[in-house]
T-cell receptor
Framework: NAGVTQTPKFQVLKTGQSMTLQCAQD?????MSWYRQDPGMGLRLIHY???????DQGEVPNGYNVSRSTTEDFPLRLLSAAPSQTSVYFC?????????????FGSGTRLTVV | KQEVTQIPAALSVPEGENLVLNCSFT??????LQWFRQDPGKGLTSLLL?????REQTSGRLNASLDKSSGRSTLYIAASQPGDSATYLC??????????????FGKGTKLSVIP
């Protein structure tokens, strides 16, 4: 089924470890973005990309890196995990060329940093 | 900075009732507004999207309206069912000539429909 696929679904990290959250979409969407969702804070934008080779920071980018080498993939890297990065991470994509485009979200990665 | 507020934070209604969820935003220069549904432990499912030039959108028992000048949107759910129980999120995109790449979310309204 077409959509946004995130892996893994669950992950436990120790403080200081690094890891990559994977995001892939098969809808040929130009725009991709990463959000984190925390209780009482809502969803906040971490990084976004408007096309292959182009990325930029969102509201809460510190501690995260992204790259966009292909249209399909937009991985999120945690450089040195901290307990404050415990959260649920969502990847989303959209096609701005569509007149009534909206965002499609993945099912999320639940990350716990101990 | 755009801020999105959703009231109430939680709502409990008996099955069959019609209900309205509210969303307000501080900057009226938006490109579109989108309503999502989120079930516990799950991702976001898009329900309705309203372009800034539109006043409302309908899908089945759902109707979303937009009053950009006053910075308000409502999501109307007719004849509520227990399966409608979920958290409903409102999100706005800023205006951009080339489209938009960023959503600002409200914190959501948690709806419980009692059988």
């Amino acid at each position: 089924n077409a959509g946004v696929t995130q892996t893994p679904k669950f992950q436990v990290l120790k403080t200081g470890q690094s890891m990559t959250l994977q995001c892939a979409q098969d809808m040929n969407h130009e725009y991709m973005s990463w959000y984190r969702q925390d209780p009482g804070m809502g969803l906040r934008l971490i990084h976004y990309s408007v096309g292959a080779g182009i990325t930029d920071q969102g509201e809460v980018p510190n501690g995260y890196n992204v790259s966009r080498s292909t249209t399909e993939d937009f991985p999120l890297r945690l450089l040195s995990a901290a307990p404050s990065q415990t959260s649920v991470y969502f990847c989303a994509s959209s096609n701005p060329a569509l007149t009534s485009y909206g965002y499609t979200f993945g099912s999320g990665t639940r990350l716990t940093v101990v | 900075k755009q801020e999105v507020t959703q009231i109430p934070a939680a709502l409990s209604v008996p099955e069959g009732e019609n209900l309205v969820l509210n969303c307000s935003f501080t900057d009226s220069a938006i490109y579109n507004l989108q309503w999502f549904r989120q079930d516990p432990g799950k991702g976001l499912t898009s329900l309705l999207l309203i372009q800034s030039s539109q006043r409302e959108q309908t899908s089945g028992r759902l109707n979303a309206s937009l009053d950009k000048s006053s910075g308000r949107s409502t999501l109307y759910i007719a004849a509520s069912q227990p399966g409608d129980s979920a958290t409903y999120l409102c999100a706005v995109s800023p205006y951009s000539g080339a489209g938009s790449y960023q959503l600002t979310f409200g914190k959501g309204t948690k709806l419980s429909v009692i059988p």
